[in-house]
């Protein structure tokens, strides 16, 4: 049953202790249905007592926590977001056993934004600091207070493996967590590498542990193995290597200057390839995640999902990421998962802060004024979306609101404006300068391209008015 903001009542912000069920209370409920087994019958009714909270958990929320991060992963290439065919069967199945955020957006549109968005839970203007694109001005994350340094400091044994280097030391995206690892490997070692990790930290008694993977698939170049790449056969060659970045540069520049005929066929190459990492990094995760069972490592552990951003294939005049803060690059899957998790879906506008509020709310921990973030299920029902990124375009500003969205670009001072319930691929652009819905929009927006102009001084704002 889909949760509304208007059928669920607001709770608190922060959470505190109290809302995880006290372990006398806990052990009433196990003792009683132990009672009940010995005693054989009169018991059917008897179940442990859901948590007051969201995501909300029978009996007790779970002591660890498991974050997996997956690259590039364009939603509307699931089967539950309208994909043709189920590319990822089991990611997918265990969503439908989880608690879903079904309008969950990255609040940027590549990697390095969106790991700062988590690990802060807040968004640029908030923080005080814009990750940059260009390589001129490009530098490691300040010093700020990390959702793993206060998981850290709430007595959990923190760990982060990666596969992508925006998640590393070097960009300082792994502040805060006492073991991290970075290194160009498929999913599946990453895995392995958390598991190790973990199983070696409980043998040193560490009882609670915070283990963050990121995985890299499906992103660009697209190569799984040849078994994933049937599809290919079926279609005429390409004078491009698909399986190298550079031929994907290659493709980049020259897309716009082909006919149509031949931009499909390379735009199917692409496809075939982007869908077949898909297919393969589902494969790696239902095999890890058997291990993982196996060794007894999901029992007691909150497992959180999310996407760091999407993926152009020409939607938008585009190919690849870091372009525009368009649906498909924006668009983003989250979901938590556990044994004793109450499914649920919920429907109302969340980000990437909104995880690091939600976990840090489920640990009973305050959120500092740092976070910007609100624990999902908590936030007004008026509160927008707002995106942002200084990436290959430039800076580019977005905001969410009553199901309109404006999008404002720096280096032009273009604006796009979408109806989003009768329009949700954008396509239809609606902007102009006396429409209702882009006054109101630019309203909310403008404040906070005040505020980025003051944290990326290489760049000024073109024409800022509605």
């Not at 001129?136 to 400091?153: F, G, I, K, N, V």
């Not at 070692?189 to 560490?206: C, I, K, Q």
């Not at 995106?387 to 404002?408: C, H, N, S």
């Amino acid at each position: 049953m889909d949760r509304h903001l208007a059928e669920l009542p607001l709770r608190a912000a922060r959470l505190d202790p109290s809302h995880r069920p006290a372990p006398t209370g806990s052990r009433k409920v196990r003792l009683g249905l132990a009672a009940c087994l010995f005693a054989g019958s009169g018991c059917a009714s008897i179940q442990p007592e859901p948590t007051d909270t969201f995501p909300s958990f029978r009996d007790r929320i779970p002591s660890n926590v498991l974050m997996v991060s997956i690259e590039t992963l364009r939603r509307d290439h699931l089967a539950r977001y309208g994909a043709r065919e189920a590319f990822m069967p089991f990611l997918e199945g265990l969503a439908a056993e989880g608690v879903v955020l079904d309008a969950h957006r990255s609040c940027t549109n590549w990697t390095f934004p969106a790991a700062f968005c988590y690990a802060t839970g807040a968004d640029a203007t908030h923080a005080g600091w814009v990750p940059r694109y260009d390589a001129e001005t490009r530098a490691p994350m300040p010093d700020l207070p990390t959702l793993a340094a206060w998981l850290s400091e709430a007595g959990f044994h923190t760990m982060l493996f990666s596969t992508m280097s925006w998640l590393s030391s070097q960009w300082n995206t792994d502040a805060g967590f006492q073991e991290s690892t970075c290194e160009g490997a498929q999913a599946s070692v990453v895995w392995t590498h958390g598991l190790e990790a973990v199983e070696t930290a409980r043998a040193r008694g560490v009882d609670r542990w915070f283990l963050h993977l990121h995985l890299k698939e499906p992103h660009s170049p697209y190569t799984p193995p040849e078994a994933y790449l049937g599809g290919l056969e079926a279609l005429e060659p390409i004078p491009y290597d698909l399986s190298t970045m550079e031929g994907h540069d290659e493709v980049r520049a020259v897309l716009g200057t082909l006919s149509e005929d031949e931009r499909r066929l390379v735009l199917a190459h692409v496809r075939v390839r982007y869908e077949g990492e898909m297919r393969w990094l589902d494969d790696q995760l239902r095999e890890a995640w058997q291990t993982f069972q196996a060794r007894g490592l999901l029992d007691d552990t909150l497992v959180v999902f999310w996407s760091d951003h999407g993926e152009q294939f020409w939607d938008h005049g585009e190919i690849g990421h870091a372009h525009d803060l368009h649906v498909e690059e924006t668009d983003a899957l989250a979901f938590f998962w556990a044994r004793n998790i109450l499914p649920d879906t919920w429907d109302g506008l969340t980000a990437h802060p909104d995880l690091t509020a939600t976990l840090l709310a489920l640990e009973g921990i305050d959120s500092p004024p740092e976070v910007s973030g609100l624990p999902v299920g908590t936030a007004p029902q008026d509160r927008p979306w707002l995106g942002w990124t200084a990436a290959r375009l430039g800076p580019v500003q977005a905001v969410v609101l009553d199901g309109f969205k404006l999008i404002y670009r720096w280096k032009k001072g273009d604006k796009e404006l979408y109806d989003l319930k009768a329009d949700p691929t954008e396509t239809v652009d609606l902007y102009a300068p006396d429409h209702p819905e882009a006054i109101r929009l630019w309203e909310r927006l403008l404040p906070e391209v005040e505020a980025m102009a003051s944290l990326v001084p290489e760049y000024t704002p073109f024409d800022p008015g509605p």
